[in-house]
């Protein structure tokens, strides 16, 4: 039987998050408000926050940085030192959680010595009523967790915690509105995320984004276009669209709008460079297709996860495409945006997955060549069908899948890479590079890292850089002047 915790607290439930209502969506603009009490509270005072996970929660720690500013608190790199630590949280592997347990275990040490300091835990994890359970039993020195729908509420949240002696819960597993008007400090001043939409409905067996993150929905286009608008007049040169699947964009509104539709309208604004993620190959139009090759402030790069290359393995990962159908999205991409990079997610060890399913997926990669991959071993989570099917693969079986896999997956990395070798390209330039000896770096528009040297008055430009030597991660180059 599964256990119910929910007697416990005000706080998630799984199985409510599964619900999908037909109730319209509210953008919500007057939803954030700093209380009268709170709002110099930070005054001389720091923050610390520490983000685990994907673009969505990075640009969610950007929001909670925008409010603690406007409550007067100022960053620290210090956890020790700081008044307010949150732990922006990721669920989407055993191994995500397990980092950020072993964080809440540093900060029982320093909650020890610094009694005042407020300990919060947000994010995906929040969400999960078993990590909420683990908190409240192990962990008493959290004194606030909320979840991924409600970060707007932060400044009330905080004044409950520091009022409170209890820990303070407030997650809500409901669908979701739309919040605007909160503010935002973003961390880098050359590239933003855009968030076009929320949530996710597509429920692959395996993953635990649709319960974290809730349903489906759009911002409006002309929200989004104010946001590049102004992000373009501070000086912004590259925006990214972000969403878990930002190819069913618009389909939740009454009149037909869609992601082609939004992509056209945002490169309409001008701005340099426009990035998008994730696309599903599922509902990959060609519409889309033309759009990304017609534009050329749209980036040719297309991150397009095809998980596995076994049609069963698809059908039980609940994907609804199959290795054929992909492999055609593929060709016609590759075919009709020119010099397009292309990377993809693979999860390698799902449930009961067998020797020759796991070669199709290997012959999926030979096939594509991929600019790049992540992969995964899978990871059970809780709440998920997946998690519920029979798997008699040995971890070890699996750990060697995932070193074949990344041995074939580099090798077509590098080997893309080596076709850069003397080409002229154009890189965004971010600022000095890791490798020192005063090398600068940026990304090209099909999204490889190139370090290179040139004169650091370049730092905010798109210049040309004569690419010298190709590994398997990045590029080497010079800068043309
Ligand atoms: N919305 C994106 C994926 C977001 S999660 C998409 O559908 O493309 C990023 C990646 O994590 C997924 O593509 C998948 O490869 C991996 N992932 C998700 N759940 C996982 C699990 N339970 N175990 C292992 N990998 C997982
Ligand atoms: Fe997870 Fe699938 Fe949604 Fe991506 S599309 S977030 S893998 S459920
Ligand atoms: Fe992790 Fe939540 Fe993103 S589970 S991958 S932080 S949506």
Redo the contacts with the bound molecule.
């Keep these: 039987m599964e256990k119910d915790y929910t007697k416990y607290f005000k706080g998630p439930s799984l199985k409510e998050a599964k619900h999908r209502g037909k109730e319209e969506v509210k953008i919500l603009k007057d939803e954030f408000v700093i209380p009268d009490t709170m709002k110099n509270i930070g005054a001389g005072k720091t923050y610390y926050i520490k983000t685990y996970g994907?673009q969505a929660n990075e640009r969610d720690s950007e929001t909670m940085r925008g409010i603690l500013e406007s409550m007067g608190y100022q960053e620290t790199k210090e956890m020790d030192q700081a008044d307010v630590v949150l732990l922006n949280t990721c669920a989407?592997?055993e191994n995500a959680e397990l980092k950020v347990f072993g964080k809440i275990g540093d900060l029982k040490r320093i909650k020890r010595d610094r009694p005042d300091m407020i300990f919060g835990m947000c994010g995906c994890m929040a969400q999960e009523e078993e990590v909420i359970a683990r908190l409240l039993q192990k962990h008493p020195h959290t004194d606030l967790i909320f979840g991924t729908h409600n970060i707007h509420r932060l400044p009330e949240l905080l004044h409950e915690a520091m009022m409170s002696k209890e820990m303070v819960i407030e997650v809500w597993s409901k669908e979701g509105d739309i919040v605007e008007n909160v503010p935002a400090s973003r961390e880098n001043p050359l590239k933003a995320w855009v968030n076009i939409m929320y949530g996710?409905d597509?429920f692959?067996t395996?993953?635990?984004?649709p319960y974290t993150r809730g349903k489906e929905r759009s911002r409006l286009p002309k929200d989004i276009l104010h946001e590049v608008e102004e992000l373009k007049a501070s000086g912004y040169k590259e925006i990214t669209l972000l969403g878990?699947?930002v190819n069913s964009y618009g389909k939740d509104f009454k009149d037909a709008y869609s992601f082609a539709d939004l992509m056209r309208d945002v490169a309409k604004t001008g701005i340099d460079r426009i990035r998008f993620t994730?696309s599903?190959p599922w509902d990959f139009t060609d519409e889309m297709i033309d759009v990304i090759a017609k534009y050329e402030n749209i980036m040719p790069f297309v991150h397009l996860?095809v998980?596995s290359g076994n049609d069963e393995v698809l059908k039980l990962m609940g994907r609804k495409y199959n290795a054929a159908s992909y492999k055609a999205l593929f060709d016609k991409i590759k075919a009709k945006i020119p010099h397009v990079s292309v990377s993809t997610?693979?999860?390698v060890g799902f449930p009961n997955e067998t020797a020759e399913q796991f070669e199709d997926t290997l012959k999926m990669v030979e096939y594509c060549q991929y600019d790049n991959a992540?992969t995964?071993?899978?990871?059970?989570?809780a709440g998920t069908p997946a998690a519920k099917m029979e798997d008699n693969i040995d971890l070890k079986v699996k750990e060697e899948r995932l070193q074949r896999l990344n041995e074939t997956v580099n090798r077509y990395s590098l080997a893309q890479n080596k076709k850069y070798l003397g080409q002229i390209v154009k890189v965004l330039v971010e600022g000095y590079s890791k490798k020192g000896n005063d090398m600068l770096m940026g990304y090209t528009d099909t999204q490889k890292l190139v370090n290179f040297s040139g004169d650091p008055k370049y730092i905010g430009e798109i210049v040309e850089v004569e690419i010298t030597d190709a590994k398997t991660w990045s590029l080497n180059g010079k800068i043309c002047e």
């Design positions: 994907c989407i592997r996710c597509k692959c395996y993953c635990i984004v878990q699947n994730t599903h996860p998980q997610d693979i999860i992540y995964f071993i899978y990871s059970p989570r």
